[in-house]
């Protein structure tokens, strides 16, 4: 799957917002991946899913963060024909493991999200398979917007769409200067 087509189904969903919007990683951006645009239609997120599977290297099992990951990991591991399970929030917001999900010692996982621009529930993600004995081999996400940014200490990113959007620091961003009201559209 081409970049043009990956964007092009953005673009059909209304997937692609543009505007001013506060990222979960506490950065301002013009431009906002609402996944769940896109994956509300099963097709779409299958078409997606299998086309980012097919470049991931071979696991044992998939692991997404919540929430935004979970539709992305569980295509993915359909299509791999994998167990997906999901870290989510836990009261103080940090992310665990629940609803009795098990890593193994020595299982290998594809980490699994949506977006990535910092990469900070994916990091948390790896720490919970590592904490666990498992082994990550590789983080895979739709979209990568982090500009070669996010590293997650020799786990390979690989996506199906790697896009260099400007992001700002708060203090620094230019549309609050303009005075343009900010939206938090994501999870």
């Given at each position: 799957?081409?970049?043009?087509?990956?964007?092009?189904?953005f673009?059909?969903t209304?997937a692609l917002?543009?505007?001013?919007?506060?990222?979960?990683?506490?950065?301002?951006?013009?431009?906002?991946?609402?996944?769940a645009?896109?994956?509300?239609?099963?097709?779409q997120?299958?078409k997606l899913?299998?086309a980012l599977a097919?470049?991931l290297?071979?696991?044992?099992a998939?692991i997404s963060?919540?929430?935004?990951?979970?539709?992305?990991?569980?295509?993915?591991?359909?299509?791999l024909g994998l167990?997906h399970?999901?870290?989510?929030?836990?009261?103080?917001?940090?992310?665990?493991?629940r609803?009795?999900f098990e890593i193994?010692p020595?299982?290998?996982?594809l980490?699994v999200?949506?977006v990535?621009?910092?990469?900070?529930?994916?990091?948390e993600?790896i720490?919970?398979v590592k904490q666990r004995g498992?082994?990550?081999?590789?983080v895979g996400t739709?979209v990568?917007?982090?500009g070669?940014?996010?590293?997650?200490?020799g786990?390979?990113?690989?996506s199906?769409?790697?896009?260099?959007i400007?992001?700002f620091?708060l203090s620094?961003?230019?549309l609050?200067?303009?005075?343009?009201p900010?939206?938090?559209?994501?999870?």
């Amino acid at each position: 799957m081409t970049d043009a087509e990956v964007l092009q189904i953005f673009s059909d969903t209304h997937a692609l917002l543009e505007g001013h919007f506060l990222l979960r990683s506490g950065l301002h951006s013009r431009q906002f991946f609402q996944c769940a645009l896109v994956l509300q239609y099963p097709r779409q997120a299958e078409k997606l899913c299998a086309a980012l599977a097919a470049k991931l290297p071979a696991a044992d099992a998939v692991i997404s963060p919540a929430m935004g990951g979970l539709f992305v990991g569980h295509e993915v591991g359909r299509a791999l024909g994998l167990r997906h399970i999901f870290a989510e929030k836990n009261a103080m917001g940090a992310l665990e493991l629940r609803r009795n999900f098990e890593i193994k010692p020595g299982q290998r996982f594809l980490v699994v999200e949506d977006v990535v621009t910092r990469g900070g529930r994916v990091q948390e993600t790896i720490n919970i398979v590592k904490q666990r004995g498992g082994q990550v081999v590789a983080v895979g996400t739709v979209v990568d917007r982090s500009g070669g940014k996010a590293d997650f200490s020799g786990v390979p990113l690989v996506s199906l769409l790697k896009l260099q959007i400007e992001t700002f620091e708060l203090s620094a961003c230019p549309l609050c200067k303009e005075g343009k009201p900010v939206v938090k559209p994501g999870s």
